[in-house]
């Protein structure tokens, strides 16, 4: 007797989407006081890219990938920093950061809750296409490590550069690279984790 197996949605979907994970090095992490004095306080961010995406070596807290084509490819990286500074809102946060050039030039963006990213294509004096992006949150409160009346804040920094002499069209950055850093971006998540110096 032969079986027919139809795979579902779900499992059809499978693996067109992968999470990848990165920790901020202790280096650049903050400051902790009280008990946990010893430790440094970093972001963990997890990020959800295309599984098409070649990844490639990177230095510590970073990530970085080759995106598939033949004439024109990217090198996606990305990165976190954390701060302390004022609360406030995260879309004003990242408009001060990231500011569009110009409306043609601001290719996704947007608020999630208390979250707000942006994706944006900087002017370059050479042929190559560059993106950048930004993803904003408030990553701690605990007055352990962001003094009264402050905040910790990730930034986690998403940066995609065409190969030299690749030829890189409108619709391949309108299109598909501006939309697949923020998708990345807008549902990045940063956590608070401790690491030893």
């Given at each position: 007797?032969?079986?027919?197996?139809?795979?579902?949605?779900?499992?059809?979907?499978?693996?067109?989407?992968?999470?990848?994970?990165?920790?901020?090095?202790?280096a650049s992490g903050l400051?902790?006081?009280?008990?946990?004095?010893?430790?440094?306080?970093?972001?963990?961010?997890?990020?959800?890219?295309?599984?098409?995406?070649?990844?490639?070596?990177?230095?510590?807290?970073?990530?970085?990938?080759?995106?598939?084509?033949?004439?024109?490819?990217?090198?996606?990286?990305?990165?976190?920093?954390?701060?302390?500074?004022?609360?406030?809102?995260?879309?004003?946060?990242?408009?001060?950061?990231?500011?569009?050039?110009?409306?043609?030039?601001?290719?996704?963006?947007?608020?999630?809750?208390?979250?707000?990213?942006?994706?944006?294509?900087?002017?370059?004096?050479?042929?190559?296409?560059?993106?950048?992006?930004?993803?904003?949150?408030?990553?701690?409160?605990?007055?352990?490590?962001?003094?009264?009346?402050?905040?910790?804040?990730?930034?986690?920094?998403?940066?995609?550069?065409?190969?030299?002499?690749?030829?890189?069209?409108?619709?391949?950055?309108?299109?598909?690279?501006?939309?697949?850093?923020?998708?990345?971006?807008?549902?990045?998540?940063?956590?608070?984790?401790?690491?030893?110096?």
């Amino acid at each position: 007797m032969l079986a027919l197996v139809v795979p579902t949605a779900a499992q059809a979907d499978q693996g067109t989407y992968i999470a990848r994970s990165y920790t901020q090095p202790a280096a650049s992490g903050l400051a902790v006081t009280g008990p946990l004095s010893d430790l440094r306080a970093v972001a963990r961010v997890r990020v959800t890219v295309p599984a098409e995406w070649r990844r490639e070596s990177a230095p510590a807290g970073t990530l970085r990938f080759l995106t598939p084509g033949a004439g024109c490819r990217y090198r996606v990286t990305f990165s976190v920093n954390t701060t302390i500074a004022a609360p406030g809102d995260a879309a004003a946060r990242v408009d001060a950061l990231v500011p569009s050039p110009s409306a043609a030039r601001l290719l996704d963006g947007g608020v999630r809750g208390a979250t707000a990213f942006r994706v944006i294509r900087p002017q370059r004096s050479d042929q190559r296409v560059q993106l950048r992006g930004l993803r904003s949150a408030v990553l701690t409160r605990r007055t352990d490590i962001a003094p009264t009346g402050q905040v910790a804040w990730s930034d986690v920094v998403a940066s995609a550069i065409s190969r030299p002499q690749d030829e890189c069209h409108a619709g391949t950055y309108r299109n598909r690279m501006g939309p697949q850093l923020g998708d990345a971006l807008a549902t990045a998540r940063a956590t608070l984790t401790f690491v030893r110096p």
